[in-house]
């Protein structure tokens, strides 16, 4: 099982910015898969999920109404867009899998057991 996050990068404040995660080794069929970020000195935030079965999504309060998350199954790619960039939004992101097939998903980080490596968003003018 591999999860892989990428397309990070420096954006405006106000900006838009779409984060991938390329997985494999498993499917999203059966896997749910969520966002996480972590700011310097800060704790991990759990931001958004998508459920497998029914692809149902959750998002934390911090970033509903501007963050959208969505997957294509066949090509095993999940992906966030983000919008209305804010500079508090500066963080490593990253995405990781559910440790339960079929289930609906959350944003508690114990619920995930493989994680990808982080891809750094800066928004700063």
């Known amino acids: 099982v591999q999860l892989q996050a990428f397309g990070g990068g420096l954006v405006q404040p106000g900006g838009s910015l779409r984060v991938s995660c390329a997985v494999s080794?498993?499917?999203?069929?059966?896997?749910?898969v969520g966002w996480f970020r972590q700011a310097p000195g800060k704790e991990r935030e759990g931001l958004s999920c998508i459920s497998s079965m029914d692809g149902s999504t959750y998002y934390a309060d911090s970033v509903k109404g501007r963050f959208t998350i969505s997957r294509d199954n066949a090509k095993k790619m999940v992906y966030l867009q983000m919008n209305g960039l804010k500079p508090e939004d500066t963080a490593a992101y990253y995405c990781?899998?559910?440790?339960?097939?079929?289930?609906?998903?959350?944003?508690?980080?114990?619920?995930?057991?493989?994680w990808g490596q982080g891809t750094l968003v800066t928004v700063s003018s």
């Open positions: 990781a899998r559910d440790s339960v097939w079929g289930r609906r998903c959350s944003v508690a980080g114990s619920a995930y057991d493989y």
């Open positions: 080794g498993f499917s999203l069929d059966y896997f749910g």
